[in-house]
């Protein structure tokens, strides 16, 4: 079955650019997406179609692409950051389509 | 403003039953396909269900599939997940989340992309005896 590989948490000062990688064989074929989810809250959509960022998400909120890793980068980290991100691509054909999920990266703003 | 309202969890016990509804409003839900994401406690997202707008296509989770029906009422802008057969694993936030389909090309081929971009503030679903 399809799978994405995120680390489970990174650190950085505010201030500091972090990055989070999800790794899965499908994504130079399928585009990825990123969502951030805070304690007891909904996931909020942050990245979609592997670098474009939704209406009403900060600037410092990127993503890129490079063969079989994607990466969410968020330049000048602030406290509001911390929270949990999860990538998310799909494993599809003609005759099925199946969402599939990272484990979900923690990040810590020390 | 685009909204989504989840509601019907509640503590079942296992081999039991439970539907989940999804109430949706400011947007035009009839032209939207819909998901249903689980969480598990202080586990990851997963992947339950998916609808097309007009309930055509339905796709589930292995997990699910078998126990689980997704349905809509687009006259009502309601989305459903009947729950049958519930296990302890099933115990989660039960979310349900808009689809954007967007096309686009590779040459001459047609293909889609979905994704996610409106989510509800989920429901509760325990499973245990």
């Known amino acids: 079955s399809y799978e994405l590989t995120q680390p489970p948490s990174v650190s950085v000062s505010p201030g500091q650019t972090a990055r989070i990688t999800c790794s899965g064989d499908?994504?130079?074929?399928?585009?990825a997406y990123w969502y951030q989810q805070k304690p007891g809250q909904a996931p909020v959509l942050v990245i979609y179609?592997?670098?474009e960022r939704p209406s009403g998400i900060p600037e410092r909120f990127s993503g890129s692409s490079s063969g079989t890793t994607v990466t969410l980068t968020i330049s000048g980290v602030q406290a509001e950051d911390e929270a949990d991100y999860y990538c998310?691509?799909?494993?599809?054909?003609?005759?099925?389509?199946?969402?599939?999920f990272g484990g979900g990266t923690k990040l810590t703003v020390l | 403003e685009v909204q989504l309202v989840e509601s019907g969890g509640g503590l079942v016990q296992p081999g039991g039953s439970l539907r989940l509804s999804c109430a949706a409003s400011?947007?035009?839900?009839?032209?939207?396909?819909m998901n249903w994401v689980r969480q598990a406690p202080g586990k990851g997202l997963e992947w339950v269900s998916y609808?097309?707008?007009?309930?055509?296509?339905?796709y589930y989770a292995d997990s699910v599939k078998g126990r689980f029906t997704i349905s809509r009422d687009n006259a009502k802008n309601s989305l459903y997940l009947q729950m049958n057969s519930l296990r302890a694993e099933d115990t989660a936030v039960y979310y349900c989340?808009?689809?954007?389909?967007?096309?686009?090309?590779?040459?001459?081929?047609?293909?889609?992309?979905?994704?996610?971009?409106?989510w509800g503030k989920g429901t509760t679903v325990t499973v245990s005896s």
């Open positions: 179609k592997d670098s």
């Open positions: 998310q691509s799909a494993d599809s054909s003609g005759t099925y389509l199946n969402w599939v």
């Open positions: 609808i097309s707008s007009s309930s055509s296509t339905i």
């Open positions: 989340a808009r689809v954007r389909t967007v096309p686009y090309y590779y040459g001459s081929v047609g293909y889609y992309y979905y994704y996610m971009d409106v």
């Open positions: 400011g947007f035009t839900f009839s032209s939207y396909s």
């Open positions: 499908a994504l130079p074929k399928q585009y």
